[in-house]
Each structure stands twice: as C-alpha cells, then as structure tokens.
C-alpha cells in the first residue's frame, strides 16, 4: 500500500502544485521516511542536488539534498528556516522543475538554517557556497517560488524557447487527462 502512493516522479513548471505554500510537517512517521527515501532516489536519478516535497506534489514543508553525489552525503531538513544570511554573490542555476532553463541567481554565499531532522529532532546548521544556495533554492520551493521568478531581462530572452516548450507540454498532457 505504502508503494503505491509514492510519487512516480517529479511534477514541472508550469503545474500549479508548485506555486502553492507548503504547510509544515506535524507529523515524524515512516510516511515521511519513505517519502524522503524515495525523494532521494529521484534526485540521484535526475543527478540534482536538491528536491523539495512540493517538486512530487507533497505540500509540506521539507527537501532533500546532497552537493555531492556521493550516498554520505544525502541529507533532509523538515521545517526548515534559513538565518543570518551574508554577502551576496550571483550565480547560475538550474531546477529539476524546470528541465533546460538556467538562470542567474543573486544568493547569500553564507547562511544558517534551521529545522528539524526526520525524527523530529531540532537541527542547526552552517553553510557556504554552494550549500547554502542549494538551501535557499529549496526553501523558494516551499514557499512557491521557482527560478522563472527570479529572471532578469537577459535570462527571460535566454530562455524563452524552453519555458515555451514546458508550457505547450503541459497543456498538451492537461487536455489528455
Ligand atoms: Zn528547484
């Protein structure tokens, strides 16, 4: 049973499920573990190093992520809330939503977040460079923001034909339903 209400894969741009506001997680159960579990998968699969629970279609506050690839590395905040945010740098970046679009992005190079682990447990963590991006490309996520959002004049014309390409797709998988 659990199986079966697995998400099947990852939902893109422009699905209105990514644009809503995640609600937090009350509940620390092996729901959750076996969703991360599977979130983890689907972003090793799509080689990302980030996904966040509204990227399957789960409205709830929390993300995966790993910056290296590397199993050690695969890591899960709940509730997460990003603090002290220093210097800004700019830097591309591109989404698992929103496949052949990249857009450059002004972020902290450093910050805090916190949250809780998958048991529920406070969590409190430092992190720079590229650590600290994948945190507040997350946390966009959980509060209904994607990259398109953050484009500036350049990137709008660079990426035209791709957020194009994804918005006929997905009216022609709509009207199939
Ligand atoms: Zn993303």
Redesign the pocket.
């Given at each position: 049973m659990v199986t079966s209400s697995l998400p099947r894969k990852i939902i893109e741009y422009p699905d209105p499920r990514l644009r809503r506001k995640a609600a937090r997680v009350e509940i620390f159960d092996g729901k959750l573990e076996a969703l991360v579990k599977r979130m983890l998968e689907l972003m090793h699969e799509e080689r990302?190093v980030?996904?966040?629970a509204p990227?399957v279609g789960v409205s709830r506050r929390f993300f995966v992520y790993n910056p290296t690839g590397e199993p050690q590395d695969d890591a899960v905040l709940v509730n997460p809330e990003l603090v002290d945010l220093t210097e800004l740098v700019e830097a591309e970046?591109?989404?698992?939503?929103?496949p052949d679009v990249r857009v450059n992005i002004r972020r902290a190079r450093r910050c805090k977040l916190r949250g809780q682990d998958l048991t529920g447990r406070p969590a409190e963590l430092a992190g720079e460079g590229l650590v600290a991006r994948i945190w507040q490309?997350?946390i966009?996520?959980l509060d209904g923001k994607?990259?398109v959002d953050r484009m500036d004049g350049a990137d709008k014309i660079a990426n035209k034909k791709a957020i194009g390409d994804l918005e006929s797709r997905y009216r022609r998988a709509s009207a199939k339903r």
């Open positions: 990302g980030g996904l966040a990227q970046e591109g989404c698992l939503s929103v490309h997350e966009d996520h994607l990259i």
